[in-house]
């Protein structure tokens, strides 16, 4: 076999209270795309920020192209040619595509020594046709929705040109057209003969793009091997250590009394005329390209923005929330998309955080006199999503973004809702949880809540639905009943081949 | 596995500022007191205890501002005012009792901060630069309220002056205060709905709007306790000092913020706690009070405490090291 680039050997990681990496190991060779994989916390990313220089092991040796290397920082990384596109993006949202992309390495005029905007903004510009974005690179970083921004780290990585690229979890805010493109592009590096290493807890696409595989569990090496002479099961057995039924939980709708009436709500600039109900003991699916407004929509029920024009009804009363306060008096909960910035505080306890949304039921007077309650209700909601962590007295910033993903879950399960709105819950969480969740949703819906489901995975919203909301660039293009719905019918709605005014039921 | 190594229990335990601070606060008492072993008699503790007593108070309410990601630079303004105001009430009427000149003090800080409060909630100016205006316009109003003229001790009633120096149980009257203010808010920090949201507020105020935290709220909360406390503070001062000027407490607002950052009360919001702010205005007092022992006169007083403040913030810093740097990390790619 050929000579690896990259060579990982005995590199452990000690956090307070837990071991996230444990003598692990880890060889990459060029024009090979490496899957990384394992369970939520199970130490890829830890691994992810050693070899960028953002953490420092705690023991262990690592070699480049033979060169034994230690970074101190990114910079050091990228200069020897390692970049990565992190887990959870974090950008300058005041800063222009361009500036964005170029921070760090700006482009200077060689005669004049001045910063060089031009060329940055054409070279920005290749860079977006090449991945065929529809983003202007003046735009700013804050106006872009969470996929958008991820396309853009992603652009930012292949713009430093690096012999080895790491993408952790790039797909996880992307729906299918935009993963096609993102692959395209991995095999166009692997043909330069670059390395990627590339994280992912979907298998559809690690059977699709990735030639090899390791696999951790619980910050250890479990194993490794050819991803063509390899299977789902054998995979999921290396990395939960038992093998789990992955099929969709059958669901039998006791579709009760309307709950929710939607009608012609629309708001400027993010969608228009979206008109829907919604019942007891429903799953209703929302599914549309990124950027299609989904996460808008919801938003607007909630009471997070509001909507320029149209009408809600709330169990036949009219309804249209200020602020989050009155949806959730009157039993909404919504599980935001972007757990850092409004799923978390991450500064907080996963305590503070599962409990801030009912404080309002474990005060008295305004008080929580009584700790035990608290903890008791923390404890139960947490158990229930399976979180890992050193405990629950720790920042939600120590935790794996799987394991954030399910506290902010948790955060939300326990305030009883009748509706309860879930946007891409199970975004970044490994196939065992990812199958508990789909569980207790058919639970919540089977005890009669409603329930609205956005997901940017096509066999997730199939799979789990009773009927589909289909929604493209802010219009409602379909709503389709789950039993007639095919994965061909929902992607033609989606993009919008199909006539728009013929659809709406 | 948790690490259970010695080191780790060390690193672990000075990683807390509580305990880095009173580790801290150890080692500078023992050479202190090897030259000067009076510093550590009953007599000189208490009066480093009462000297710090009216910081701790003012030190708690710019907490909570700062918690929320705010500032509050009028501290010193507001107990000016609040301080001339409850001297010239008691210099018209020597009879009236001390505690309602304590509540009147409260009370006039109250609205004042409440105007600090809803300018930045709802006027959504920033709370620097909100302070920064009423930081003058206070002091402005303080040489209104008084023509310019000081309220001096003998235009006071025996009462007023004696009050925070009475004793109970042996402990002075303006200890007792301290101690109340720094027990109720403790309490109110860890256990109060309000207070859970200004650690939200302050930490993520995106995040705080999807679980419905009324942030307006929260943000003229947090002026509010600042500005009664002022006012508290105010009222206890004047009698302390037995005078009331127009100059009183200036800068006072640098010492309130040096106790908060000594506390490990994270400037950027959403991380801190009492304790830390509490053993923060100790430190200031212990090193404030040692200057004279060490032979640097009080004028260095100001130099010490704006390098303290910068070591502070390096201190803070360094502990937030591991997360600037993954933070800059993700940015540069
Ligand atoms: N800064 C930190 N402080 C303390 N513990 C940490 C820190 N970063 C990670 N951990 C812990 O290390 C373990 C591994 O985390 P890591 O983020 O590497 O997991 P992961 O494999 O990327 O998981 P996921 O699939 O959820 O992203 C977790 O248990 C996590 O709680
Ligand atoms: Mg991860």
Not at chain 1, 4 to 33: C, M, W, Y
Not at chain 1, 111 to 118: G, I, P, V
Not at chain 1, 129 to 136: A, E, K, S, T, V
Not at chain 2, 23 to 36: A, D, E, G, K
Request: with cysteine.
């Amino acid at each position: 076999m050929q000579q690896a680039l990259l060579e990982v050997q005995n590199v452990t990681k000690v956090f307070p209270g837990i071991r996230a990496l444990d003598d692990v190991h880890l060889s990459l060779r060029r024009g090979e795309v490496h899957a990384l994989i394992g369970e939520n916390g199970a130490g890829k990313s830890t691994l992810v920020k050693i070899l960028t220089g953002v953490y420092i092991p705690t023991s262990g040796k690592m070699t480049l192209d033979g060169k034994e290397i230690s970074f101190k920082n990114a910079i050091d990384a990228q200069q020897a040619g390692i970049v990565a596109i992190h887990q959870e993006a974090s950008m300058f949202p005041e800063l222009s595509v361009t500036e964005n992309i170029f921070m760090g390495h700006h482009l200077r005029n060689p005669k004049t020594k001045k910063l060089d905007w031009k060329t940055m903004n054409e070279k920005t510009q290749g860079l977006l046709q090449r991945m065929q974005l529809d983003i202007n690179p003046d735009s700013f970083v804050k106006n872009l929705s969470v996929a958008q921004r991820h396309m853009v780290e992603i652009v930012k990585a292949l713009s430093l040109d690096a012999d080895l690229v790491i993408m952790d979890e790039p797909t996880s805010a992307l729906t299918g057209r935009e993963v096609e493109d993102l692959f395209r592009i991995v095999r166009s590096l692997k043909e330069e003969g670059k390395a990627i290493l590339f994280i992912s807890h979907k298998f559809d696409e690690i059977f699709d793009i990735c030639d090899y595989y390791t696999v951790f569990r619980d910050g250890q090496y479990i194993g490794e091997g050819k991803v063509a002479e390899s299977n789902e099961d054998t995979l999921i057995n290396m990395m939960i250590g038992r093998s789990i039924d992955q099929m969709y939980p059958h669901h039998e709708p006791k579709i009760g009394k309307k709950v929710l009436e939607v009608k012609h709500l629309s708001q400027l600039g993010a969608f228009k005329d979206i008109s829907f109900d919604l019942h007891e003991g429903e799953i209703l699916g929302l599914f549309g390209l990124v950027g299609a407004g989904r996460s808008e929509v919801v938003r607007t029920i909630f009471g997070i923005d509001k909507a320029s024009e149209g009408t809600m009804h709330l169990l036949g009363k009219p309804f249209m929330p200020r602020g989050a306060i009155d949806s959730m008096r009157k039993g909404i909960a919504l599980v935001p998309e972007d757990r850092q910035r409004q799923g978390l505080v991450l500064k907080m306890s996963l305590t503070h955080n599962i409990s801030l949304p009912v404080l309002t039921n474990l005060c008295w007077k305004g008080m929580v006199t009584n700790k035990k309650t608290e903890m008791q209700y923390v404890q139960e909601h947490g158990d229930q999503m399976e979180i890992k962590s050193a405990g629950y007295h720790v920042e939600a910033e120590t935790l794996s973004g799987g394991n954030q993903q399910k506290v902010v879950l948790a955060k939300w399960i326990g305030t009883n809702p009748k509706i309860l709105i879930l946007d891409e819950p199970t975004k970044g969480i490994d196939v065992a949880t990812k199958a508990a969740v789909h569980e207790f949703v058919c639970d919540m819906a089977d005890k009669g809540v409603a329930v609205i489901l956005i997901s940017s995975e096509l066999p997730e919203i199939l799979g789990m639905s009773d009927r589909i909301v289909v929604m493209h660039e802010g219009y409602q293009t379909a709503i389709l009943d789950a039993e007639e719905a095919t994965a061909e019918s929902v992607m033609r709605y989606a993009i919008a081949t199909v006539q728009m005014e013929a659809s709406n039921a | 596995m948790p690490d259970l190594s010695f080191s780790s229990f060390v690193k672990k335990a000075l990683a807390r500022r509580e305990a880095a601070l009173t580790l801290l606060l150890v080692v500078i008492l023992v050479p202190i007191t090897i030259r000067s072993p009076q510093f550590l008699s009953a007599k000189n503790i208490s009066t480093i205890l009462n000297d710090m007593a009216i910081l701790s108070i003012v030190a708690i309410g710019e907490f909570y501002v700062i918690l929320s990601n705010g500032i509050d630079l009028s501290v010193g303004s507001i107990i000016a005012f609040t301080g001339m105001a409850t001297g010239m009430i008691n210099q018209a009427n020597p009879t009236v009792s001390p505690i309602l000149l304590m509540f009147a003090g409260m009370g006039i800080g109250m609205v004042m901060g409440l105007f600090n409060g809803v300018l930045v909630a709802y006027g959504k100016i920033p709370p620097i630069i909100t302070t920064l205006g009423t930081v003058n316009i206070y002091r402005g109003l303080t040489f209104l309220l008084s023509g310019g003229t000081w309220v001096t001790a003998h235009e006071m009633s025996e009462s007023y002056i004696a009050f925070p120096r009475n004793t109970f149980l042996g402990v002075s009257n303006l200890l007792w205060i301290a101690l109340l203010v720094i027990a109720v808010f403790y309490y109110f920090s860890r256990y109060s709905r309000t207070g859970r949201e200004v650690y939200a507020i302050g930490g993520n105020p995106t995040a705080a709007k999807f679980v419905g935290v009324n942030e307006n709220r929260v943000r003229v909360v947090v002026f509010l306790i600042s500005g009664t406390l002022c006012g508290l503070a105010g009222a206890l001062w004047t009698a302390r000092y037995a005078s009331a000027v127009n100059e009183m407490a200036t800068g006072f607002e640098m010492q309130a913020v040096a106790a908060c950052v000594l506390g490990g009360v994270n400037f950027a919001g959403g991380s801190g706690g009492i304790i830390g702010v509490v053993l923060g205005t100790l430190f200031l007092g212990v090193v404030t009070n040692a200057l004279p022992v060490i032979y640097l006169s009080v004028f260095w007083q100001t130099f010490v405490q704006g390098l303290i403040i910068l070591i502070a913030l390096t201190l803070n810093t360094m502990s937030d090291q591991r997360k600037t740097k993954k933070l800059l990390a993700q940015r540069r790619g």
